[in-house]
């Protein structure tokens, strides 16, 4: 799944024309607004994109870089959901996965998912350049996402700290 965590391209790109058009254009997204405007949707139309145009034209190319460079971690408030999709509860210790015949991609996206669960920074690399920390808090309203800090408070807080006495 490509990341909307960070994108970049050259003025006028004809990929954020289409994407903008794909957003107008979905009148419904179900109960997953997600995959009209947010990773999945830049994930499937960026996979369309580049299959379509396998040259990289006046514009550039599109790059669709591997998870492990900008978003090297598992939002933990979705672990659950997450290994119900590879055919396991959240109760199994190990090789819950194996529980049925998933494809190779999927196998192998449920080893990282049971190897990032057990060891956080696992799918970080020596070539990770940032981690995103998503926390979907525009969608969730769990205990865990009221005790955070807005960036409001964070933005304000520093720089406005009480200075320690010498």
């Known amino acids: 799944l490509v990341s909307n965590a960070l994108l970049a391209s050259v003025p006028g790109h004809p990929f954020w024309q289409l994407a903008l058009s794909e957003i107008f254009r979905a009148t419904w997204c179900g109960e997953d607004p997600v995959s009209c405007t947010g990773p999945r949707l830049v994930d499937r139309l ?24 900008f978003s090297p971690m598992i939002a933990r408030w979705n672990a659950a959901n997450m290994v119900r999709e590879c055919g396991g509860d959240d109760s199994v210790e190990y090789g819950w996965y194996l529980q049925r015949k998933p494809s190779r991609m999927k196998l192998h996206a449920c080893k990282l998912l049971e190897r990032a669960l ?20 525009w969608c969730r309203q769990d205990d865990a996402m009221r005790a955070t800090l807005p960036l409001r408070e964070i933005i304000f807080r520093v720089g406005n700290e009480t200075p320690r006495a010498r």
């Open 118 to 137: 057990n060891y956080p920074a696992a799918l970080q690399r020596a070539w990770t350049f940032a981690v995103h920390h998503w926390q979907c808090s």
């Open 46 to 69: 960026s996979y369309e994109y580049t299959r379509r145009h396998a040259g990289c034209g006046a514009h550039g190319c599109i790059l669709r870089l591997p998870f492990a460079y």
